[in-house]
């Protein structure tokens, strides 16, 4: 199984969860089959544990990926990295499939050079979110990383902390009024691509906003948003 090509043109191409159309998303295997070709980013999303580690996850809990109604903010980093996650034959054969954390990720991205895209899945307070900043410095990794998320008051606390930072925030429908506060915060748009037009690209780019937009996984898709002048695209097997 391989990647779908498409001409991106001159658009930034995000791996969703890590190369999840052929990795089990969200774990290293994933992140490494992303490193290894020619993505600009790799897209991720982190929670707290219990006991104040980051660990990845898209969903709050693993029962969708490993059958255990395990939440990632109840258990101890060191409980759900015992999980195995099914592979994508519905397996739990392998051992390296498994939740990975933070700084596996930061190390990923570091050496394979691609960007950091960091979703933000718990409603983290400011102190967390500098604990969060600080390992991707640690990793030396913070220039080369975007946050985002759904929860605005993320990215205003990110905004506390790194005022002219690259951060995006994740919704479904672009309208004026959402233009108009990403506008007054400084905060970028990362949109789903089932209702985007070539006008609202348009509208962003005029007032000063890149637009990112997920998860587009067909050619036709992928190729109409390029030729629209769309910054980045999120996807899970587009390259």
Known sequence: MNTIKFDKKSVRVVAHRGLSGIEV??????????????????????????????????DNNYKRVAGEEIHLENENLCTLQNIIFFDKD?????????????????????KY????VLELKSDFTKDELARIIQIVREYDQL?????????YDNLLRVREILPKHSAQYLFWKITDEEIDRLCRDKI????????????????????????????????EEGEKFAEWGIDYITTNILE
């Open 25 to 58: 998303e969200n774990t290293n295997s994933a992140f490494v089959a992303a490193g290894n070709r020619s993505y600009y980013g790799i897209e991720t999303d982190i929670y707290r544990t219990a006991d104040g580690n980051f660990v990845i996850g898209h």
């Open 90 to 110: 519905g397996k739990k054969d392998r051992v390296d499939l498994r939740p990975s954390r933070l700084e596996n990720y930061l190390k990923i991205c570091k």
């Open 113 to 116: 050079e691609k960007h950091s």
């Open 143 to 151: 220039e080369n990383t975007t946050f985002i998320s759904f929860i």
């Open 188 to 219: 970028d748009v990362d949109v789903w691509c089932g209702e985007l037009t070539r006008e609202q690209i348009e509208a962003c780019h005029k007032a000063g906003l890149t637009v990112n937009c997920w998860t587009v996984d067909t050619c």
